[in-house]
Structure formats: structure tokens, C-alpha cells
């Protein structure tokens, strides 16, 4: 026995959802704005996604595979000061992107903690690669920096979502850069 045909595209639909919940938050989303958006009736959006968290939780999935592209992009680069630079410079770019919500959905909605934990993992795991590769001290706190660099993030976002152009987001980014500590191999010998 076959079920009747979906009247929508699963991944659109998904698309349609990251959207509103990155503009409005899922608390402030609702399934009626949802379904108007997507062109289906709440009957229909149960049965493809079940309820509304589940939703967010596949949207928001979504969401973040393609995030981590670029933050597995810029962490490969071979010098870590140039991998954090591009970081920091896709994120203000992305997060003034005038083709989609200011900002960053991952980086403000407070349902999606184990996410920036993820994002934090990565960026912890450059600079320990930078300090084996002497891009950055031995002593280096790379916890902290990596929670520092995961606050600045989150920071452009809620800069960007207040209306910061992109020049004042890129403001911020170049002194969060500022702020890593120089190579060992940078200092001038005595």
C-alpha cells in the first residue's frame, strides 16, 4: 500500500524552516507560520517531519553540516594564524550576507549549545595542531582561546542581527586575530 504523495520537496521544505527559525528563533516560530511558508498544511508537515522540534532539529542539522563546511575549510589551512584569518572573515562575510538572515543561527538560538560545543572542538583542535606545528606557544590555552574565538563568533552574530554593517563586523574580527598570540618562530631573536 502506498501513502498518498507529499505536495512539497523535503529538502525546500527544510530550507524554508532554517530560514524562519534563523530570522525568529524557534520559540517565536510557529507551525502556522511554518506551513504558510511552506505551501502544506499542518497535517501534511507532521507526517514528513513529525512535530515542531523535530523539525528544528533536522533543519537546524541542516544548518550546521553546511557551517562546518567552511569551518573544516578554513581549519585545514596550513598556518594556523591564516586558518583563524579565515575563519573570522567567512564568518563576517556570512553573517552580513544581504541574500539571507543576518547572523547566525547556530551561534544565537540557545536550543542549539551542542552545536557551538562542536564548533569550539574544532577550532581547539587548530590551535593544538598550531602549537605541535609551533604556529602559536607551547603555552598557549588553546581551551580558552577557543572559547574566546567561539564568544567573538557569537559576538559578529548578534552585531550583524543588530544591524552592523560588514565593514564594523570585520572590525571585530580583525581584533579578535590581533588578539592570537605571535609565532614562536615570528619573535625576534635577542
Known amino acids: 500500500m502506498t501513502g ?19 530570522r525568529r528563533g524557534f520559540d517565536r516560530t510557529s507551525i502556522a507560520e511554518i506551513t504558510e511558508a511552506i ?26 553540516a553546511r557551517t562546518c563546511e567552511g569551518v573544516d575549510a578554513a581549519t585545514q589551512l596550513p598556518n594556523t594564524h591564516e586558518s583563524i584569518a579565515r575563519l573570522l572573515d567567512d564568518t563576517a562575510r556570512a553573517h552580513t550576507e544581504s541574500a539571507q538572515p543576518p547572523g547566525c543561527l547556530m551561534l544565537t538560538e540557545p536550543r542549539l549549545a551542542s552545536q557551538r560545543e562542536v564548533l569550539h572542538d574544532k577550532i581547539q583542535q587548530r590551535l593544538e595542531r598550531g602549537v605541535r606545528e609551533g604556529d602559536l606557544p607551547a603555552t598557549t590555552d588553546t581551551a580558552n582561546l577557543a572559547a574566546y574565538l567561539v564568544v567573538v563568533l557569537r559576538g559578529m552574530s548578534g552585531l550583524a542581527r543588530d544591524g552592523g554593517t560588514r565593514e564594523e563586523v570585520r572590525a571585530v574580527a580583525a581584533t579578535a586575530l590581533a588578539a592570537l598570540p605571535a609565532s614562536p618562530r615570528e619573535s625576534p631573536a635577542l
Open 39 to 64: 505551501g502544506v498544511n499542518p497535517p501534511s508537515l507532521y507526517a514528513a517531519f513529525g512535530d515542531k522540534q523535530s523539525l528544528f532539529e533536522e533543519a537546524a542539522s541542516v544548518y550546521f
Open 4 to 22: 498518498r504523495p507529499r505536495s512539497f520537496d523535503r529538502d525546500a521544505a527544510l530550507a524554508v524552516a532554517v530560514e524562519l527559525f534563523w
